[in-house]
């Protein structure tokens, strides 16, 4: 039987950029919700139409009781407890798009939102940039992210191996699966430069400096929604990962981007 191997899996510059930007997106997320709670609610096109959202968040009264109702495309879902209304720090209901625990600042404080949000935005900028550069010029990016034609033919056993819980082991175990390849690529290359792209457009200084931002998009409204659902879709890929993390084996993941060593665990000999 082969013995486990370790072998060195992240760079430098990659647990670098890995741990800023988790740092960063952290603080954009609950800062962006304190945003967002100062008007709980998404619209299409230019202006808001307050009669017609595409989602809201608030709370209703009905009798001597109040509880949270979230609208998607005018359907109500009673949320109390979650969204539109929840428990606030001192244990009283609390009339909040989203809870005041997974904001900051944690009170109501829209302008020092901003302030955090667009200050931790620049750094996810920069360091987006600076992980861009590196991958191209190591030749990562092509390396070791994009999909060949032998992977995308596997796509479908891939997903299968993951709904079983059956994670490589061995030589396949050295590189990035293809649904890893695609996950990564779609975030990378999708979805954190529309939530960037669509943060900036809302910007008045940027707004002022490239107005057509806003007519590409769609207007100022539709840009606020789609900032906010590519948002969604980074959150997701975080919930999917930190959990694959774990399922893999959390210890040798985490070591692996703190160190960059990886334990590779054998392959099953076939009879």
């Given at each position: 039987?082969?013995?486990?191997?370790?072998?060195?899996?992240?760079?430098?510059?990659?647990?670098?950029?890995?741990?800023?930007?988790?740092?960063?997106?952290?603080?954009?997320?609950?800062?962006?919700?304190?945003?967002?709670?100062?008007?709980?609610?998404?619209?299409?096109?230019?202006?808001?139409?307050?009669?017609?959202?595409?989602?809201?968040?608030?709370?209703?009264?009905?009798?001597?009781?109040?509880?949270?109702v979230t609208s998607i495309f005018g359907h109500n879902f009673d949320t109390t407890g979650v969204f539109g209304l929840s428990t606030d720090a001192d244990g009283q209901l609390?009339?909040?798009?989203?809870?005041?625990?997974?904001t900051l600042p944690g009170h109501r404080d829209l302008a020092m939102g901003r302030r955090w949000h667009?200050?931790?935005?620049?750094?996810?900028?920069f360091n987006g940039l600076a992980y861009l550069a590196w991958s191209l010029g190591s030749g990562h990016l092509v390396r070791d992210l994009a999909p060949t034609g032998k992977d995308l033919k596997h796509i479908g056993?891939?997903?299968?191996?993951?709904?079983?819980?059956?994670?490589?082991?061995g030589e396949e175990a050295k590189r990035y699966n293809v649904l890893q390849k695609l996950t990564y690529l779609v975030v990378a290359l999708v979805l954190l430069p529309l939530?960037?792209?669509?943060?900036?457009?809302?910007?008045?200084?940027?707004d002022a400096?490239?107005?057509?931002?806003?007519?590409?998009?769609?207007?100022r409204q539709t840009a606020r929604t789609i900032h906010f659902l590519s948002?969604?879709?980074?959150?997701?890929?975080?919930?999917?990962?930190?959990?694959?993390?774990?399922?893999?084996?959390?210890?040798?993941?985490?070591?692996?981007?703190?160190?960059?060593?990886?334990?590779v665990e054998p392959a099953e000999e076939k009879p």
């Open positions: 039987m082969s013995e486990r191997e370790v072998i060195y899996r992240h760079s430098g510059a990659v647990r670098l950029t890995h741990w800023i930007n988790a740092l960063v997106l952290l603080v954009l997320l609950m800062s962006g919700l304190q945003i967002f709670n100062a008007h709980p609610a998404l619209y299409i096109g230019q202006k808001s139409t307050f009669e017609d959202p595409v989602l809201a968040m608030g709370a209703v009264q009905e009798g001597e009781t109040a509880k949270g609390d009339e909040r798009g989203f809870s005041w625990s997974l667009f200050f931790f935005a620049w750094l996810f900028l056993a891939s997903i299968l191996e993951h709904a079983r819980l059956k994670f490589p082991k939530m960037l792209i669509t943060g900036l457009a809302m910007s008045p200084g940027m400096a490239f107005p057509f931002l806003l007519d590409v998009l769609g207007g948002a969604s879709g980074i959150v997701l890929f975080v919930v999917v990962h930190l959990v694959m993390v774990v399922l893999s084996g959390t210890w040798n993941n985490i070591r692996s981007m703190i160190t960059g060593r990886y334990v």
